[in-house]
Every structure is written in structure tokens, then in C-alpha cells.
């Protein structure tokens, strides 16, 4: 078992930045492949990016690639997804989750944290 608990989102301005945290607790957190996904109002779960177990591996979204990095600290049990560049498309709750391999597909990922929302004002 893998507890995620998100932090880092909030109201930003367009053209700004906001760092995402999530810890986690549990099971050997360096097994496992990290993700994160976003849901916008009225608007299925999306993958946004994807790192390996060790972090030498990062698969990102289109729509974020180049804008928003994703890594982690293995020795802290964290991720982080850096978002650079906001827009007010990027507005949503963002969701941390752990995968025993590195996938793209919401429904390979076993553990997921309660989300943070991030909003991005125009």
C-alpha cells in the first residue's frame, strides 16, 4: 500500500509559476513509477506527466511539454511537477499517482492522492 498526499496548488496568474509536491508513505517508493494527472470541471482525467522509478525516464503531455518538469527525490519519497508558464487551461485539480511500471493510462496506476487544486487566473 501507497499513500500519496498532494500539496503546492493554489491561485496563480497567468504567465506564473507553482511548484507540486506529493509525499508518500507506505511501500518502497522508489518501485514504483510516478504520474500525475489533472481533472478540469465537467472534464475527464487527463495525463499530464510521468517519470520512472529512478527518474531517468519522463513522458509528458503535449500540452504541457516544455512548461512543466517532473521529477522526484527518491530519498525523500517525493514528486514534484514544476509549472512553469501557466495558463488558465491549466486550471484543475492535479492528482499524484504510483504505477508499478511507467504508464500513460489512468487505469494503471493502483494509488492516488486526494488532489490540489490549481487555479490560473487570467
Known amino acids: 500500500q501507497v499513500q500519496l498526499v498532494e500539496s503546492g496548488g493554489g491561485l496563480v496568474q497567468a504567465g506564473g509559476s507553482l511548484r507540486l509536491s506529493c509525499a508518500a508513505s507506505?511501500?518502497?517508493?522508489?518501485?514504483?513509477?510516478m504520474g500525475w494527472f489533472r481533472q478540469a470541471p465537467g472534464k475527464e482525467r487527463e495525463f499530464v506527466a510521468a517519470?520512472?522509478?529512478?527518474?531517468?525516464?519522463?513522458h509528458y503531455a503535449n500540452s504541457v511539454k516544455g512548461r512543466f518538469p517532473i521529477s522526484r527525490d527518491n530519498l525523500r519519497n517525493t514528486v514534484y511537477l514544476q509549472m512553469n508558464s501557466l495558463k488558465p487551461e491549466d486550471t484543475a485539480v492535479y492528482y499524484c499517482?504510483?504505477?508499478?511500471?511507467?504508464?500513460?493510462?489512468?487505469?494503471?496506476?493502483?494509488?492516488w492522492g486526494q488532489g490540489t487544486q490549481v487555479t490560473v487566473s487570467s
Open positions: 499517482a504510483a504505477s508499478e511500471r511507467l504508464q500513460f493510462s489512468i487505469s494503471e496506476y493502483d494509488y
Open positions: 517519470i520512472s522509478s529512478s527518474g531517468a525516464v519522463t
Open positions: 507506505g511501500r518502497a517508493f522508489s518501485r514504483y513509477a
